[in-house]
């Protein structure tokens, strides 16, 4: 969402009315996984423990859900389809896993550790 989002934005909502706000959000929703993601990353590559990231990402991506639901048939069909499975899938899985990593696991190498200012 976050480098291509007038692709992404068109498939979740269809055509938009004012192409250049629909990138913005578009930008905005990719920048906040993407933040998401690597909370998620360089906790794991400390050793910190990754429960309040994974909680977030699953409020972030319910709250997809109920955007899309909520906006009903003025999103295409299976476009709303595709995205509260996907949107749903994504926050029951960082449920799960919110759960299964509650306690700090030992430091993970990682490519991105580098990116941390961690040798990889």
Not at 36 to 42: A, E, F, M, S, T
Not at 83 to 93: D, R
Request: zero cysteines.
């Amino acid at each position: 969402m976050f480098v291509a989002p007038a692709l992404t934005a068109r498939f979740w909502i269809g055509e938009p009315g004012g192409p250049r706000a629909v990138k913005t959000l578009a930008r905005g929703f990719g920048a906040r996984d993407l933040a998401l993601g690597l909370g998620v990353v360089i906790a794991l590559d400390r050793g910190a423990p990754v429960r309040g990231w994974l909680e977030a990402s699953a409020l972030a991506d319910a709250g997809d859900l109920a955007g899309t639901l909520l906006a009903g048939r003025s999103i295409p069909d299976t476009a709303r389809k595709v995205v509260a499975a996907v949107a749903g899938g994504s926050a029951l899985t960082a449920v799960a896993l919110s759960q299964a990593l509650d306690e700090p696991s030992p430091p993970v190498s990682a490519p991105e550790a580098s990116l941390t200012g961690h040798p990889a």
